[in-house]
């Protein structure tokens, strides 16, 4: 018995101190700590901050340039051309001829199937381009027939943007290209666990041989370098990085859960004489 109660309170003994290495440590006690080697700017201010993960996740409160970029957005859709193709969706309207008129989604052979026409190629064509080509067909069976053509579904191009942004995943591109501050805004912009000095741009390559730009995001939306905002063609794909901070508690955190869950459980057991 004597033996049994010396194992039981090293037992609580242990779990205690793992408790207390496992709970997160206040801010202020970051400032004293000698950052490792290696870390940028951006790295050091976090880490002397003392930034939970749950403040790392948070993303980055720039609310002006969000409302800037927005009309620079509209202003980029006016400017950039869009080439139609695959899964694209245009729609018809052809005044006073309903039946001639309606929504029509690009084939794998970049067609589409058109009333009395039969298949149109518009793939590789540009909205004005098909809209000229469908008066041409059109002025067979209608005299001077007044169309219209809308863009209804861009789905044809896409880019990728992932890493540390709020809604990392793949972007249509309502453009033949797009710009990376332009893309960042659509994926819901960088958190603060990102290394925005060093993200990377990076063009896919059939041999295998993708090119890789490295880009510092910091300087293009905080102090408007634009030489840093380059463009995006469809397949690209921005790499936003994770710190050197952000991956280190991300391998803590799963291990230092249990533990505190552990010592959480171990406060509620009651031991007479304890």
């Known amino acids: 018995m004597r033996f049994l109660y010396q194992f039981t309170l090293l037992l609580l003994k242990a779990v205690f101190v793992l408790n207390l290495i496992s709970t997160p440590a206040p801010a202020q006690n970051y400032v004293d700590a000698v950052p490792p080697e290696g870390l940028d700017d951006q790295e050091r201010a976090?880490?002397?901050?003392?930034?939970?993960?749950?403040?790392?996740?948070?993303?980055?409160?720039?609310?002006?340039?969000?409302?800037?970029?927005?009309?620079?957005?509209?202003?980029?859709?006016?400017?950039?051309?869009?080439?139609?193709?695959?899964?694209?969706?245009?729609?018809?309207?052809?005044?006073?001829?309903?039946?001639?008129?309606?929504?029509?989604?690009?084939?794998?052979?970049?067609?589409?199937?058109?009333?009395?026409?039969?298949?149109?190629?518009?793939?590789?064509?540009?909205?004005?381009?098909?809209?000229?080509?469908?008066?041409?067909?059109?002025?067979?069976?209608?005299?001077?027939?007044?169309?219209?053509?809308?863009?209804?579904?861009?789905?044809?191009?896409?880019?990728?943007?992932?890493?540390?942004?709020?809604?990392?995943?793949?972007?249509?591109?309502?453009?033949?290209?797009?710009?990376?501050?332009?893309?960042?805004?659509?994926?819901?912009?960088?958190?603060l666990s990102g290394k925005l000095k060093d993200a990377r741009l990076i063009t896919p390559d059939e041999t295998g041989k993708a090119k890789v730009k490295k880009i510092n995001v910091h300087k293009l939306l905080y102090e408007g370098d634009l030489r840093e905002n380059l463009v995006m063609a469809p397949g690209d794909t921005l790499y936003i990085p994770p710190t050197f901070l952000a991956k280190t508690m991300r391998v803590i955190q799963p291990v230092a859960a249990p533990i505190s869950a552990a010592g959480g459980a171990a406060r509620n057991v009651y031991m007479p004489g304890f």
């Open 46 to 191: 976090q880490m002397e901050q003392g930034m939970t993960a749950e403040e790392l996740t948070q993303p980055i409160p720039i609310e002006e340039l969000i409302l800037e970029e927005e009309q620079n957005v509209a202003i980029f859709e006016n400017l950039s051309e869009y080439t139609l193709g695959f899964q694209d969706v245009i729609e018809v309207s052809v005044l006073r001829h309903d039946e001639v008129s309606g929504q029509y989604i690009i084939n794998a052979e970049g067609d589409i199937q058109y009333e009395f026409v039969g298949d149109i190629k518009i793939a590789g064509l540009k909205k004005d381009q098909v809209k000229d080509l469908l008066v041409e067909k059109l002025s067979h069976y209608i005299i001077s027939p007044e169309v219209t053509v809308k863009i209804v579904g861009y789905n044809s191009k896409i880019l990728f943007v992932v890493g540390e942004v709020r809604s990392p995943g793949k972007i249509f591109m309502r453009g033949d290209t797009m710009t990376v501050r332009e893309a960042l805004v659509q994926a819901g912009l960088p958190l």
